[in-house]
């Protein structure tokens, strides 16, 4: 992220009528000095510019609209205040909304602390905190001392999600209310059915909803609105970038045909510039492999790379909507003319779900994955590719098809075939994904597990995830007193207080003394040794698909004639994005 916000800082200045401004402000859900404070210092600093204010302007996305019919709407109704409220009974909002409880922000955590009384005499309103206000409202929130703000900003600031209350309250409230619009000028993706899964507990004492990523399938919203629209949200390219495709095209036209890198998308999950500290020991134990994969596919009898240093930068890799693995920048010298590359590695994560076989006359089954970083609103692991290592919480989904309802249990099986969890779920004759996350007690063995999914204990399918050795301890090479700790498993094999070793002959998981006894030695080894064990198990699990050189001049200019120049590679992260790139607006406002 900071990367990001160093590229966002260079790209602003060729925008004359931009301001950035830097803030020391943790950004969170439900955050009071967060979101509400940004938001009252960015209303102060555009009321010594701007006729407008846009909130949180760097989020909106055009979606209906040309920007010269934004301009000719927002002039003719400048006396005006867009702001959504809630459209439904005030005291179930109130409720709803936790406006009646009292809330403290400490240590990046809003806490509740209890109940409190609403203000009497108030008409408390709420909503949506993506609002459109004008000068002389924004001025008067600024620089009124009277009751009515002074009170209200008292209040507000012990609440949970204060900004999409506080303007609503004090605008309704106010001389002027008159001057409200119900109406915010933009379309959500709200689902509540996968939006409220109280996803933000670990931040906020509160159960809250999030609105939904929009998906090719949302795209009729936005040709059949009957109210003024000219903003939505939420997209997100990881999630789905064909409907951003589909809206650049409805808005500039299509882009021309054979523009490269049209259905790919690239997301910096590391640059060198954050510095390796912002990285988790898992993540920098992964991306050295990955890293040293690649330079094992280019070497030949005539040319050999050593690694040099961590890695220079690391992206994720779409294509067509779907994940297709890391790519990975990384120095290294050759070893035959002692000179200093720079390549970028490509690898893939190899398929691990497989059914059984014979095939189970149990069909509902789709599919089956262990990861972490489980988003339940978009039904996916955040943790792309399941990087994970022995002190990660891993999560088990699966995916249905419709059908019966019907219970199967699920089997959590260790690299030295200890049995760590069984479990039954029953799925609904509706349900179309299901997660759990058992109470493993930690360190989980370091190895390839594998999950068996049965049906009446016969097997139905089955899936393995690694957890990767570590190679690093606190961004250092981790030393053998640690690897013993945390690549043997928990204390005496204890996943969890019931032993569920009397299944492993019902289910045919032998145990094998000497795959025990290669686990404990595997325990205890370090550097170059543990390094060689690291990248047999990452091997296992991810390919290197291909290796590029960030040469200029391509394949002569390296020492290695047949190796790509990334900048022609169409999967690398420096090939051509015309879609992406930021340019200077047009006289009419536009980019295209």
Known sequence: MDVMFTVFLLRVSSFPDQLAVVLPY??????????????????????????????????????????????????????????????????????????????????????????????????????????????????????????????MKRFYTYTLLPAESFFHTVLENS????????????????????????????????????????????????????????????????????????????LFGPMPQGTPGLQAYWESAFDEADGVATLSDTQLTHYHAFARMGLARVATSSTLYFPMGHPVSVHLYFQSDQFQGYLVKHHATNLATSKLETLETWVMPRKTYKVASP??????LQFAEIGTEWDAKER??????????????????????????????????????????????LIDASAEYTHYRPPLNQPLRAGVWTIRVLHHWSPVAETRFLISPLAYMKHQPIRQEDTLKLHNGPAKNSYMEQSFHGLNPVLNIPVHLGQVEQAKRNAALTGPALEHWVDGLVGAMWEAGDVCSTSLTGGPGTSCPVMQTCAKTPWSSLSPDPKSQLVPPHANGRIR
Not at 92 to 97: A, G, L, N, W, Y
């Open 175 to 250: 001389a002027h209310c008159e001057s409200m619009v119900d109406n915010n000028l933009r379309i959500t993706n709200w689902n509540r059915k996968l939006g409220c899964k109280c996803q933000y507990k670990h931040i906020v004492d509160w159960c809250g909803c999030s609105p939904n990523d929009f998906k090719p399938a949302d795209f009729h919203r936005f040709q059949q609105t009957a109210r003024p629209t000219f903003f939505a949200r939420k997209f997100e390219a990881s999630v789905n970038q064909e409907i951003v495709n589909q809206l650049d095209g409805y």
């Open 359 to 364: 095939p189970s006359t149990f069909t509902r």
């Open 380 to 425: 996916m692991f955040r943790n792309f590719g399941g990087l994970m290592g022995p002190m990660d919480e891993t999560v088990g989904m699966q995916r249905w098809s419709k059908g019966p309802n019907v219970t199967v249990t699920v089997v959590w099986i260790d690299p030295t075939n200890v049995i760590a969890a069984t479990y039954d779920i």
């Open 26 to 151: 943790h950004m969170a859900y439900g955050f009071y000095l967060s979101l509400f404070d940004w938001l009252v210092i960015m209303i102060f600093l555009a009321v010594v510019s701007t006729d407008w204010l846009v909130s949180n302007s760097l989020f909106l996305v055009v979606v209906n609209r040309t920007n010269s019919q934004l301009v000719a709407f927002l002039s003719k109704y400048r006396d005006m205040n867009f702001i959504k409220s809630h459209g439904r009974d005030n005291a179930r909002f109130i409720r709803k909304q936790g406006l009646d409880r009292l809330f403290f922000e400490c240590d990046t955590h809003m806490w509740r602390l209890g109940d409190r009384k609403i203000p009497e005499g108030i008409s408390v309103d709420g909503g949506s905190d993506w609002f459109l206000l004008n000068r002389p409202f924004v001025e008067y929130v600024i620089n009124s001392q009277d009751d009515l703000v002074t009170n």
